[in-house]
């Protein structure tokens, strides 16, 4: 049976919430009649608009063959049911994809040559999404990352104050790193939307897509586009150090050419933002330094350690009561110390780790202390901190002894510094 997608004046679903959930979790969408405005006549905004509407915490929308149309929320999938609309099939995918990409020439030859293709979409009135478009058992399949229409602020994020201080550094390399959907690309847009507001810049970014869309404010921003502006990105940065920036943001630190630019970037005065996809601040040095050939990797460490200004890795964690995610940063600044351990190699006892623990006066935090921090503050559980924590057996323990030296002192008042449940308030 063919799908059907609404069309213009039909009749499309709007999420509310059910009552209970099975698992006990997050609320499940559910469907209520809601009419679409007739000035969005395609099948296509109609869809995404139900999608939408399912809820404000929707991060991803995902069309696979033989499925119903699926959304994101807080990490977990949810099913989006419309009356009328059968199963994905194949050739639904394809004409949606064509749909999405449109007359993009270049995005179409990716397609068919490498099997993927990364475009963005606009959803007029509404946002802006990233969109990759890929093959799969021979069929299409489309993944659309929710762009919000506004730049986050530090404070809607939360971010810790410690990055406020990157805004006023001249030179060097920030790296924002973490899983997909971690939250990479928010935080870079408001450190980006900080320097706009605060200095009186030139900054050029190299995005594939651009996401978020930055208006001139005090500094002048020009962004470019991976394969609408420019070829690629170390094309793009190489002619970046031509066009008197002083800030550039790279999408992401993809190969070793791209390593090598930012790096020359960076020692000519340039501050240079960009994104990998690690977990911690060590995996970011050993991965940086393992793009380069062994017989290069010495100097780069040196090159790296002279270079690089902070590495702030981040995680999303589901809240306790299920109203979404929380970040937990962990936050690598360049001192003297931290500087010797990239340049010289972690050993036992002295590994950048070590130096976040001990650098809690100079900005620097390290993921298990933030995550102990929220479980004790009744943000998340137990069990989900041992899942997200990099070292989930000593955090175990803490809260083991923190529980025995309860335990053993039941008579004990605690003062006005004991670890008492903190209550979140908004």
């Known amino acids: 049976m ?61 069309f696979s063959p033989g499925t119903f149309p699926h959304v994101e929320l807080s990490g977990q999938l949810r099913p989006v049911k419309l009356p009328g609309l059968q199963p994905l099939t194949p050739d639904d995918l394809r004409r949606m994809a064509e749909e999405l990409i449109g007359d993009n020439k270049q995005a179409m030859s990716m397609l068919k040559e490498h099997g993927s293709c990364d475009i963005s979409y606009r959803f007029p009135g509404q946002c802006r999404f990233r969109v990759n478009v890929f093959m799969q058992r021979g069929s299409h399949a489309i993944v659309m990352r929710v762009i919000p229409k506004s730049i986050p602020s530090f404070a809607e994020l939360n971010l810790p104050p410690a990055l406020a201080e990157i805004v006023h550094l001249k030179n060097g390399i920030v790296l924002v790193t973490g899983p997909t959907g971690s939250g990479k690309s928010s935080t870079m847009a ?46 793009a940065l190489r002619a970046a150090l031509r066009q008197a920036p002083k800030v550039i943001l790279v999408g ?20 240079v933002l960009s994104t990998l996809h690690t977990i911690d601040a060590s995996k970011t040095v050993e991965r940086l330094v393992g793009v380069f050939p062994i017989a290069d990797q010495l100097v780069v460490r040196n090159r790296i350690a002279k270079s690089f200004r902070c590495i702030v890795s981040q995680r999303l964690i589901p809240r306790k009561d299920g109203s979404g995610r929380i970040a937990a940063m962990e936050i690598l600044k360049s001192t003297l110390r931290t500087r010797e351990y990239v340049e010289r190699g972690e050993r036992e006892g002295k590994s950048l780790l070590d130096a976040m623990r001990d650098g809690d006066t100079e900005g620097m935090q390290h993921f298990d202390g933030e995550i102990e921090k929220l479980v004790r503050a009744g943000i998340i559980d137990l069990d989900t901190a041992l899942a997200y924590a990099t070292n989930p057996g ?28 903190v209550v979140e308030t908004t």
């Not at 997050?26 to 509407?53: F, G, Q, S």
């Not at 009186?200 to 962004?223: C, G, L, N, W």
């Not at 992401?252 to 501050?271: F, N, P, Q, S």
């Open 2 to 62: 063919a799908t059907h997608l609404p069309q213009a004046n039909e009749r499309v679903p709007q999420a509310r919430t059910r009552r209970t959930n099975v698992s006990g979790g997050n609320p499940l969408p559910e469907i209520t009649d809601r009419l679409v405005p007739a000035a969005k006549p395609l099948a296509m905004p109609a869809l995404l608009l139900a999608m939408l509407n399912a809820s404000s915490r929707v991060s991803d929308l995902i």
């Open 190 to 235: 408001a450190l980006l939307d900080r320097i706009n507001e605060t200095q009186a810049y030139h900054i050029i970014t190299i995005e594939d897509p651009i996401e978020f869309m930055h208006q001139h404010k005090r500094s002048i921003v020009h962004q470019r586009e991976l394969h609408s502006d420019t070829p690629s990105f170390a094309l």
């Open 252 to 271: 992401e630190m993809r190969d070793k050419e791209t390593v090598e630019i930012a790096l020359e970037a960076a020692e000519t005065g340039h501050l």
């Open 394 to 421: 000593n955090l175990r323990l803490q809260f083991a002894d923190a529980a025995g030296e309860s335990h053993t002192d039941n008579n004990a008042v605690p003062d006005s510094e004991s670890e008492a449940p």
